[in-house]
């Protein structure tokens, strides 16, 4: 007699840093039934369905305080506690795993009302509100960082980094006609894009071509201004799926300072430019960019800071010293840790089969 396969709910929504680490470890628990969780015409709207079945609520945050808006979200709020509550009960869902974002809370409040376990992974060195107001709630709250235990003092956590696709831990071929002598500078905006880092680039780029340098630029598709620059030494677009092989082809990456794009950077050991995004909640990318630059993985410069002129001497101070992006990958590879999607895959076992 066959035994009933694990129900597994995945509650990641709106970027690719909370969608990426979960489809990681749902790839890690092949033998378990995955349903989804998510919101209409967000990200998972692309990337998932392919894969899992895909349930929305209609669910938005509290960014913009209390306002003529606050009773609608919620009522909202209240109503998507009550959905999910019922997919959990019809799907006999047996544990949940969440990458945080306001995606979670009624994840987490429906599985404390039906009795389901929780694991919880915060993958930002400063954890946002949602993620600490729910963590007493979660079975086990996994860490991207492990000094962000200090924020859950009242809970179970454990350090597991944050899990990369598993494309990003072989060797990948890169489709892009990039001559194998030039120097590669590799340009990250995030799954939302970075117009203020956008513009500096295509003013400081000229210097770099004739440098002999060749720039990828993932743009986002919020830049008005995205087809400006043209170049032959120039690639311009709004996202790239092989950013595996891209980033182990990449001399130098600009990026802003998401905890999922600063893993992929360890994990192909690949010398950053980080500018964190100046309006993060909480300020977290800030601090996640502080711990690579403390280790020495990165050079990190504030928006407000940097001008055209301080970036297009940097980019090239560093594409003209091999030793020094030596270093950085070096220290960049002492903050990888290639197994996080294993080690989370394991946690959600080990959760799943406790009584």
């Known amino acids: 007699m066959s035994q009933t396969p694990t129900r597994l709910l995945i509650a990641a929504s709106g970027t690719g840093g909370h ?5 990681a470890v749902a790839k890690q628990l092949q033998n378990y039934r995955i349903e989804w969780l998510g919101v209409p015409n967000r990200l998972e709207k692309t990337l998932v369905p392919h894969h899992y079945s895909l349930h929305t609520i209609n669910i938005e945050g509290f960014q913009q305080g209390l306002g003529i808006n606050t009773l609608r979200i ?3 709020f209240a109503g998507s506690i009550v959905q999910v509550r019922r997919l959990i009960r019809e799907q006999k869902i047996d544990v949940i795993f969440t990458t945080g974002g306001y995606i979670a809370a009624p994840a987490v409040l429906a599985a404390r009302l039906q009795g389901v376990p929780v694991v919880l992974h915060e993958s930002n060195a400063i954890p946002g509100k949602v993620t600490r107001w729910l963590a007493p709630w979660c079975t ?13 003092p009242r809970s179970s956590t454990v350090w597991v980094s944050t899990p990369v696709r598993a494309e990003f831990r072989t060797s990948q071929t890169l489709d892009l006609p990039i001559p194998a002598s030039a120097p590669l500078i590799v340009v990250i905006g995030g799954s939302q894009g970075a117009v203020a880092v ?3 680039v295509r003013q400081c780029a000229p210097a770099w071509f004739e440098a002999g340098a060749v720039v990828v630029h993932l743009t986002g598709n919020r830049d008005s201004d995205a087809e400006s620059l043209q170049h032959p030494q120039y690639f311009a677009m709004p996202f790239y799926d092989n950013m595996a092989g891209l980033l182990q082809r990449a001399d130098l990456a600009i990026s802003r300072a998401g905890s999922g794009t600063l893993t992929e950077l360890a994990v192909t050991q690949t010398p950053a430019i980080l500018i964190p995004l100046p309006h993060a909640a909480e300020n977290h990318q800030a601090m996640n960019a502080a711990a690579f630059g403390e280790a020495g993985a990165a050079w990190v410069y504030s928006q407000a800071s940097l001008t055209p002129q301080l970036l297009e001497g940097a980019v090239g101070e560093l594409v003209n010293s091999p030793q020094e992006r030596q270093r950085m990958a070096e220290k960049a590879a002492k903050l990888a840790v290639t197994d996080s999607a294993e080690r989370l895959a394991a946690l959600v076992r080990q959760v799943a089969d406790e009584p």
């Open 140 to 152: 086990t709250v996994a860490l991207g960082f492990s000094s962000t235990s200090r924020f859950f």
């Open 19 to 23: 969608i990426f680490p979960a489809l």
């Open 198 to 200: 956008n513009q500096l």
């Open 74 to 76: 919620l009522q909202r």
